[in-house]
């Protein structure tokens, strides 16, 4: 259930999100960096890193229920989005649904 102030956007079928990779999908006025972790769970960033210089998230490497950021190396956990210590920042986390074999996100409304 959401509630006003959010909406579900759909934006693929399972199969189109492979285990241990990233993919870029956009919803809406969001670029999502969307990742299939190796036990099947998906999670979506925006698609931005949080270090100063920037860059996308889509290509990070995948290992466990973290990534690494390609650009600057940062360790960020799929389940918070928090970068791990010693470095800082965090990248926006989104909800990810699934069912019948549709993946959607929950995104904030425009």
Known sequence: MTDSMEQIIPI???ADFPAGYGREVKAGK???????????????LENHTPHAKGGTLSEAIV?????????????????TGVVQAP?????????????????AVVLPRP
């Open 30 to 44: 969001w670029s999502l960096a969307v990742f299939r972790t190796t036990d099947g769970r998906l999670f979506a």
């Open 87 to 103: 470095d800082t920042g965090s990248a926006r986390k989104f909800e990810v649904r699934t069912g019948s074999d549709v993946v």
């Open 12 to 14: 693929g079928k399972e």
């Open 63 to 79: 290992s466990g229920h973290y990534i690494y950021c390609p650009m600057r190396d940062l360790k960020i956990s799929l389940e």
